[in-house]
């Protein structure tokens, strides 16, 4: 590792690949880290969004392939073929710990597909709240998952203003630190960036920049929600009612989930099931909920007053609560990760019971988490989750409520609390 670099959770994912695989491709978003992480351990490095070392190595791609590894071959949708050149070599019996890629742009015809199998996926996010230090986690996803129904402790000074500033205050690495209009511009130029460039780079020019801001406004005010996209158009039409057609509405949905702007959260459906009328729509979800509170004009100190802003979408509770549960559910995704497991969302047809999220391992076992943006928990705040275990049994390994609260502990009937900064990988 390098002099300074702070290490991630996906470091240790990265660890064990490393050793066996001879080309890994970090993915994600633009901001949240890759070629740090990549460049962490890469000996040798193409960074192909610089034009001129684009320039350099576009009439004889077969350089890409020279120099001592890990080679790293950064933002590689900025030369296609790198990635078949990379697939190629692979066939051919490149060593483990050969190629790292990091790309910012999942294309709509990628080479990926001719990949499969040889250069591995790896999914980077913003930093999780474990990973930005502002306390070290007492619970972890990984001993969740474990079934052996952990001791759970711990106590944090952290209370909802600290959460509410870590919404607002981004988990780009390259944001941390700042502070009122530096970081305002800062998000406000991602977003330019996202409407302005990134779509065009992903082989689509928008017509009218306005209508694509206004509907990913109102995609951020459906934060948490499986509000449908007909909601959301509607939402996002304007003052005088234009709503966009549906052509342009989807590939705005398909372009930014490329460009992984939009991490929606798929619905959890089993597949021994018990359960029964499972409704599968995504609960919506930005890549970092402060660009969400940035598209919708609201600081700190707006999201704790709960007023009513931006476009009306329906969901339970006020804002704070929805981007408090964003924040939570990006941080669970990269712990889950880290332990193999995926992560999704129950809702019943009749959306008599919700459960926020559904951490599955591999075998189909489950631990299931309640987002609550309160200090304390009832009965009724965990009604959910025991109806859940009435129908799992033995395949709920544990059920957990996250809470803005103080400290951590099971309740007498065994379900964990657990403050959202003592949760960790």
Known sequence: MSDGYARRVVDDELDELIEGLPAIALEGARGVGKTSTAAARAQTAYRLEDAVERGIVVGNTARLLDGEPPILI???????????????????????????????????????????????????????????????????????????????????????????????????????????????????????????????????????????????????????????????ADAGSGAAGRRPPRSTTIT?????????????????????????????????????????????????????????????IPRDGPLVGALFESLVTQ?????????????????????????????ERADGRVVAIEVKLARTVSDDDVRHLRWLASRLGDELLDAVVVTTGPAAYRRSDGIAVVPAALLGP
């Open 74 to 232: 950064d933002e590689w949708q900025y030369l296609p073929e790198s990635w078949n050149l990379v697939r190629r070599a692979v066939d051919e019996g490149a060593a483990p710990g050969r190629f790292l890629l990091t790309g910012s742009t999942s294309l709509e015809a990628p080479p990926t597909h001719t990949g499969a199998g040889r250069i591995v996926s790896v999914r980077m996010r913003p930093l999780s709240l474990a990973e930005r230090g502002l306390e070290k986690p007492h619970v972890r996803v990984a001993s969740l998952l474990s079934g052996e129904r952990p001791e759970v402790g711990g106590s944090t000074s952290m209370t909802l203003e600290d959460y509410v500033s870590e919404i607002v205050g981004s988990g780009f690495p390259g944001l941390r630190g700042l502070t009122g209009r530096a970081l305002r511009t800062q998000l406000d130029g991602y977003l330019e960036r996202v409407v302005d460039r990134d779509f065009e780079e992903a082989g689509h020019s928008i017509r009218n920049p306005a209508a694509l801001r206004r509907w990913l406004t109102a995609y951020a005010a459906a934060s948490s929600t499986t509000a449908s996209f007909e909601t959301i």
């Open 252 to 312: 705005y949905r398909d372009v930014l989930e490329r460009i992984w702007v939009l991490d929606p959260l798929t619905a959890w459906l089993p597949s021994r099931n018990r359960l029964r009328r499972l409704v599968a729509p995504p609960k919506h979800q930005l890549v970092d909920p402060a660009l969400g509170a940035r598209l919708l004009g609201v600081d700190a100190d707006a999201l704790l007053d709960a007023a009513p802003v931006g476009p009306r």
């Open 331 to 359: 941080s669970v995704r990269v712990y889950a990760q880290a332990a193999e497991a995926r992560v999704g969302h129950l809702r019943t047809a009749s959306g008599e019971h919700e459960v926020d999220l559904i951490v």
